[in-house]
T-cell receptor, first 115, second 116 residues
Framework: DSGVTQTPKHLITATGQRVTLRCSPR?????VYWYQQSLDQGLQFLIQ???????AKGNILERFSAQQFPDLHSELNLSSLELGDSALYFC??????????????FGNGTRLTVT | AQKITQTQPGMFVQEKEAVTLDCTYD???????LFWYKQPSSGEMIFLIY??????QNATEGRYSLNFQKARKSANLVISASQLGDSAMYFC?????????????FGAGTRLAVHP
């Protein structure tokens, strides 16, 4: 058990809809990362937050947004969903903002299916 | 920018034998870290091993060792005495230490199948 909690585990929704994925980091970790894993794209970095502030953006679509709350949990909002958004969405956390041998600890992911 | 290349989409190994999973990387950062993660069929991402670019010795964690060749920009994962439970996807990842953040960039992965 990594200590990172993601809910829900599975989500099935229709095109055009909006969903919210939730992540609770490991106790004490200030950094939260979101990754998207699809069959044809591999693991793609979406966005990182550190102690409530956005620190890095990757290949995140404008239809997607995220935030980290004062209690350090994070939410990833996906709107105007398309079939291609179907993927496994991972949240990860770490204790550091930069560098060192502090690995990212991943949650079990949320599997999103858009029909 | 960082890039990871894993050239082996799939690998097979006999139980109890050793296997090497290849990983090459490219980065402009003078200081960086290399990670390996395992993803079993159940989907979770499990951290295996870490190598810092300035570490003098190759990292080892139990049956896992990282064959780090800095000049060749390679960071191969060696799994000794393979077990059936090692069957999974394996991802190599790189983290650059400049820019104030430590996002990981992943390779495409290698699917390892361990045969009895």
């Amino acid at each position: 058990d990594s200590g990172v909690t993601q809910t829900p585990k599975h989500l099935i929704t229709a095109t055009g809809q909006r969903v919210t994925l939730r992540c609770s980091p490991r106790s004490g970790d200030l950094s939260v990362y979101w990754y998207q894993q699809s069959l044809d794209q591999g693991l793609q970095f979406l966005i990182q937050y550190y102690n409530g502030e956005e620190r890095a953006k990757g290949n995140i679509l404008e239809r997607f947004s995220a935030q980290q709350f004062p209690d350090l949990h994070s939410e990833l909002n996906l709107s105007s969903l398309e079939l291609g958004d179907s993927a496994l969405y991972f949240c990860a956390s770490s204790s550091h903002i930069q560098g060192g041998n502090s690995p990212l600890h991943f949650g079990n992911g949320t599997r999103l299916t858009v029909t | 920018a960082q890039k990871i290349t894993q050239t082996q989409p799939g690998m097979f190994v006999q139980e109890k034998e050793a296997v090497t999973l290849d990983c090459t990387y490219d980065t402009s950062d003078p200081s960086y870290g290399l990670f390996w993660y395992k993803q079993p069929s159940s989907g979770e991402m499990i951290f295996l091993i870490y190598q810092g670019s300035y570490d003098q010795q190759n990292a080892t964690e139990g049956r896992y060792s990282l064959n780090f060749q800095k000049a060749r920009k390679s960071a191969n994962l060696v799994i000794s005495a393979s077990q059936l439970g090692d069957s999974a996807m394996y991802f190599c990842a790189i983290e650059g230490f400049s820019g104030g953040y430590n996002k990981l960039i992943f390779g495409a992965g290698t699917r390892l199948a361990v045969h009895p």
